[in-house]
């Protein structure tokens, strides 16, 4: 790679990286990474990828404000979507894609064919993060907080945390369980 790299995916046959130099790089993971491809159809950073395991396609967003759909068996854009605001963030589950933007909205999209089916404005600093979950859509967002919604069409806020002392930079929750890492290095455990 000739630039940092933002984000790396995994789906066992592939590694799936995206750099800071506008690049979405694509290597064999059976292979000692042996470059397959590498594309370049963002204009600037690309920021986060995202896939559904078993799929032939994979999603990308940048800061060039486009979300990008890529055929895996071509490695050619099949689909795009210009957003108002880039997007460092989605989340894809269930035949939704979750994308959280720098103007402060979370955006529920069809993968399919790209459409705006939901949004939901979150805060005014944009966000940092975005996770879709059986049950609940979260976030967390560059004003400090961590925020629940529910599920749906019509998402309606559902859990708030205080305010943090430091900027919250990635979560992960799985089995009950949240953990919420800080800019300051403080890591926060919650459980159900």
């Known amino acids: 790679m000739s630039s940092a790299v933002l984000c790396i995916i995994n789906d066992g046959t ?12 694509v290597m064999d993971a059976r292979n000692s990474l042996q470059k397959i491809t590498d594309m370049l159809y963002h204009r600037s950073a690309v920021f986060d990828l995202v896939q559904m395991p078993g799929s032939n396609y994979l999603y990308s967003c940048g800061e060039d404000r486009r979300l990008a759909c ?8 099949v689909n795009d979507l210009e957003l108002g605001a880039y997007s460092q963030t989605m989340s894809l589950r269930q035949g939704q894609l979750l994308c959280g933007t720098n103007d402060g909205k979370m955006l529920s999209i069809n993968p399919n064919d790209l459409t705006v089916i939901s949004e939901v404005f979150v805060g005014k600093g944009g966000l940092r993060q975005v996770k879709l979950n059986t049950g609940s859509q979260m976030c967390i967002t560059k004003d400090r907080l961590f925020k629940v919604f529910t599920p749906g069409l019509s998402p309606r806020l559902f859990a708030e945390s205080e305010m943090f002392d430091a ?26």
Do not use: H
Request: charged residues 30%; contains cysteine; proline residues 2%.
């Open 14 to 25: 592939t590694a799936v990286c995206s750099t800071f130099g506008r690049r979405v790089v």
């Open 70 to 77: 890529v055929d895996k068996r071509m490695w050619e854009v």
């Open 167 to 192: 900027e919250p930079s990635r979560f992960d929750y799985y089995d009950d369980d949240l953990a919420i890492a800080c800019g300051d290095g403080s890591i926060f455990f919650y459980a159900a």
